[in-house]
Structures are given as structure tokens and as C-alpha cells.
């Protein structure tokens, strides 16, 4: 029995783009077009690339108590979150694990998130069943998402409103785009200046053709946003980071605000405290590190990281073979007492130890605009 694959508003729109379509978390997504995912990694390194993001889910809460009853799940400061900004944040289980990344944006009279697509039905769940009797819980199935994403981006989408450049990195507004009421973020996936727009999925593909339209922007699929997303040092859920990883182990420390810490004003209170207050003060035993290979085979997700005597230290959960850095880049959990900057490594490829050097990440410089 063949699965039943959903489709975003522009499911029709990639075919006539002539995308290669592949199954993703329940959807049927464009993985590249025909230019092929190496011209639009970098195209959207140099001008601006289009991506379909519609299969992430999208949430509103909605309530007097919804930023308190969010902190009961996440170890972040959403309380304080001024009107506008944005903020990146994780759900954490009862041994600190990550259930899931996601963003929250607080808006005039409500919390607006956006979870991973393949969590998002057990994300609605975990908050409805956690805080449901606390805010209102209100999924937006109605919505797309489309990410303009590169160093262009902010010229082009200035084409359609001059209004959106006065966005800063992790803020956002309502802003009309080709007619259409947006809700748009300037953040993203790619370590470059860009936007998240969250539109009704109805104007969807009149907003698409209307920045596909312009000069700087042309579409990208899941290929180059996962290259992408690598060379920026930036997790993909259920691969560098699950239920089994905590965040200090992640290198995800910076997230948890002060206030969320012990002493802070507002400390604990989430699933998982114990286990990453402790981490937090001793240290984790292992850690997320990026790695460059010193010969040119690439080293994809699973192979083992040995020393130099066969030991294994490790195991890699992304990997490519970076079209802007042009080495081999991976990330990987080691170790901590390997997980030394320029530390020599091997990673165990096709019964063959490729030799791979401890490298701080990101592997590309970040490029937000932070005004």
C-alpha cells in the first residue's frame, strides 16, 4: 500500500517548474528543479533563492496566560518576548531530550509558532494536552509558507513592499505583498538575510509567481536547503538533534536565556530541568561538533568516528560535500574530550577511514541583517 502523500499550495506550481518531486514528513516536495541543487545552493548564496516551506506547521496561542503556559514546555524567556520579536526554542522531555525546534514570534494579541513538519501533529498534541486548558491551541492549516532566502533577498522583496526592509533579524510584522496580507519574519534556514512569509494558502501561488517574477529570485528545493541549512552549522530535527539529544549536548546552550537558568528569576518549570541544569553546570559527555574532511570524500549521515586505533568516538548525523567551503563538511556527536578544535579524527566510509579534522561551525560566515 502506497502512502498518501499531501501537497502544499504549490504542488501544482512545481510541476510546472518541472521540479524533481520526493516524499518528505508526509508530503510530496520539490528536492531541486532543473538547474540542479549545486546552481540553486549557489544562487541562493549569491542573489536570492525561493523555497516552498508550507509542509512546517504553523500555530497560533491565544490567551492572557499563553507566553506563562509556554514556559512550562521550553527553556526559553517567552514572557518577556517583546511585541514583533521573534525567538528560536525547543520542546524538552522529562530527561531533557528535544522533542522538537521551533519558533515563536509574539504578535499584538496572540503567539505565533512555527514547528517541523514531520512533528507538527504530535507538537499540536504536546500543547494541547499540556496548556490547552490554559490558551486557546489554534493550528493554521490555511496557511503556506514560502522562504526568500540570500543576500538579494531584501532587494527583491522591497520591489513588492519597501515597507519590509525597516525588519530586522528575528522580527516580524503584517506587511501586503502582490496584494496579499503577509505575516513575514527576517529569518530562515540558509545562515543568509532573509524572510519567512506566512500567507493564506488561497494567494499562495499568486505571491510565488509574483517573486519568481523578479530579477534576483529563482526557486530552490529541499537539496539545496538542507546543504544549505549544513554549511550554516544549523540543526535539522530528527537527525543532528531528537528526543535522545539534550541541548547542551546540541551546543544549543545559547538558546536558554539567563531568567530560565539556576538563579534566574524564572528558572526550571519545564520538562527536563534536573537533567540540563546539570549539564549546564558540569558539562555534557558528549557534544555536536562540525568536522572537515582532509580528502575529498564526502561522509554522510551514520558513519562511525573513530580514533586512530579503531575506537569509536562517535557517529556522523549530517554530511556533504560542501559547494562553498568545497571540502567535505559533516556534524557529528563526539566525545567531549575529542571534541577539540582541529582535533584529527576518521570517519569510517565504505570499510575506509577518511581523516577529518574538529572544526567550529558555522562552515559558511552567517549573514543576517541585524541592522
Known amino acids: 500500500m502506497t502512502e498518501t502523500l499531501c501537497r502544499t499550495p504549490l504542488h501544482a506550481l512545481h510541476l510546472e517548474l518541472g521540479a524533481k518531486m520526493v516524499p518528505f514528513a508526509g508530503y510530496d516536495m520539490p528536492v531541486s528543479y532543473p538547474n540542479g541543487i549545486l546552481k540553486e545552493h549557489r544562487h541562493c548564496r549569491e542573489s536570492a533563492a525561493l523555497f ?18 509556554l514556559e512550562t514546555l521550553v527553556p526559553m524567556d517567552v514572557v518577556d518576548l517583546a511585541v514583533g520579536k521573534q525567538r528560536y526554542a525547543f520542546f524538552t522531555n522529562s530527561s531533557g531530550g528535544i522533542l522538537d525546534d521551533l519558533m515563536i514570534t509574539r504578535r499584538e494579541d496572540h503567539l505565533f509558532l512555527i514547528v517541523n513538519a514531520a512533528c507538527k501533529d504530535a507538537d499540536t498534541r504536546h500543547l494541547l494536552t499540556n496548556i490547552g486548558h490554559r490558551c486557546t ?25 519597501p515597507n519590509v526592509n525597516a525588519l530586522t533579524f528575528m522580527t516580524g510584522a503584517t506587511f501586503t505583498l502582490a496584494g496579499a496580507e ?21 494567494q499562495a501561488e499568486m505571491l510565488a509567481r509574483a517573486l519568481l517574477a523578479l530579477r534576483e529570485v529563482k526557486p530552490a528545493g529541499l537539496g539545496a536547503r538542507d ?14 538533534i531528537n528526543e535522545t539529544t539534550t541541548p547542551i549536548e546540541a551546543g544549543l546552550t ?34 555536536r561538533i562540525g568536522l572537515v574532511g582532509l580528502e575529498r570524500v564526502p561522509v554522510r549521515e551514520g558513519a562511525p568516528i573513530v580514533d586512530a586505533h579503531g575506537r569509536k568516538l562517535g557517529r556522523v548525523t549530517s554530511g556533504t560535500l560542501s559547494p562553498t567551503v568545497n571540502e567535505p563538511i559533516a ?15 576518521y570517519a569510517e566510509v565504505r570499510g575506509k577511514r577518511q581523516p577529518m579534522r574538529v572544526s567550529t561551525m558555522p562552515f559558511t560566515p552567517h549573514r543576517y541583517f541585524r541592522g
Open 331 to 345: 556534524m557529528a556527536y563526539l566525545a567531549a574530550n575529542h571534541a577539540l578544535p582541529h582535533h584529527e579524527v
Open 52 to 69: 516552498d516551506v508550507s509542509h512546517m506547521g504553523q500555530l497560533r496561542l491565544v490567551g492572557d496566560d499563553a507566553a506563562k503556559a
Open 254 to 287: 545559547w538558546a536558554i536565556q539567563k531568567v530560565r537558568r539556576a538563579g534566574g528569576a524564572r528558572h526550571g518549570g519545564y520538562p527536563g530541568t534536573s537533567a540540563i541544569d546539570s549539564q549546564l553546570a558540569s558539562g555534557p559527555s558528549t557534544k
Open 182 to 202: 503577509c505575516f513575514i519574519t527576517r529569518s530562515g534556514y540558509t545562515g543568509e538575510d532573509g524572510y519567512e512569509i506566512s500567507v493564506h494558502s488561497a
Open 227 to 240: 546543504t544549505l541549512r549544513l554549511e550554516a552549522g544549523l540543526c535539522l530535527y530528527g537527525h543532528d
Open 137 to 161: 491551541v489554534q493550528p493554521l492549516p490555511d496557511r503556506a509558507l514560502l522562504a526568500l532566502q540570500g543576500p538579494q533577498a531584501a532587494k527583491a522583496l522591497a520591489k513588492l513592499n
